[in-house]
């Protein structure tokens, strides 16, 4: 499974390429797909970044709802219907599709945010008065994380 670490922040070019980050590159490049799939955020001014893998398990999980229940449309118009599938070109680049760049309020840079299986694409700013929220968010909770244990006989 890829893992998704740390911040980076990287310059946008005048076309809408950015380099993903070398880290997230090699995570992503041992998918069934070299690349990434990238699609508005449905709880942020960001943009969300996925494997291949990931997001065909996302689909499956859209796909349990009844074919034409609200939650299905609502899931395959919001995330499914305005995802990219985006190749790496020769230098580790990918091009932001303007909704994405217009979504996230990108301009100048992307940060790129590890958030584990996944990663996300933020304006630079909006992330740091995100993460100061979120930090504190997460003092108040602190009790409630726990560690997963992945070998039970561990």
């Known amino acids: 499974m890829a893992l998704f670490l740390s ?7 005048r076309k809408g390429r ?4 070398a880290a997230f590159r090699s995570a992503l490049i041992s998918e069934k797909f070299s690349g990434a799939v990238l699609f508005p955020s449905i709880s942020h001014s960001a943009i969300e970044g996925w ?9 499956a999980g859209i796909d ?19 995802a990219h599938q985006l ?13 994405l760049i217009d979504h996230a309020n990108l301009v100048e ?14 304006e630079p700013v909006a992330l740091s008065h995100s993460q100061q929220e979120a930090r504190k968010r997460a003092r108040a909770d602190r009790q409630t994380l726990k560690l997963q244990n992945r070998d039970p006989g561990s």
């Open 51 to 59: 494997g291949m893998n990931r997001m065909e398990d996302l689909s």
């Open 109 to 122: 840079q992307a940060a790129f945010v590890g958030r584990g299986s996944t990663f996300q694409i933020w």
């Open 64 to 82: 349990a709802f009844d074919p034409f229940s609200d939650e299905r449309d609502a899931f395959t118009l919001s995330i499914l219907a305005d």
């Open 18 to 21: 950015v380099s993903v980050p």
């Open 87 to 99: 190749s790496f070109d020769t230098e580790g680049r990918i091009l932001l599709p303007l909704q």
């Open 7 to 13: 911040t980076y922040v990287n310059k946008i070019d």
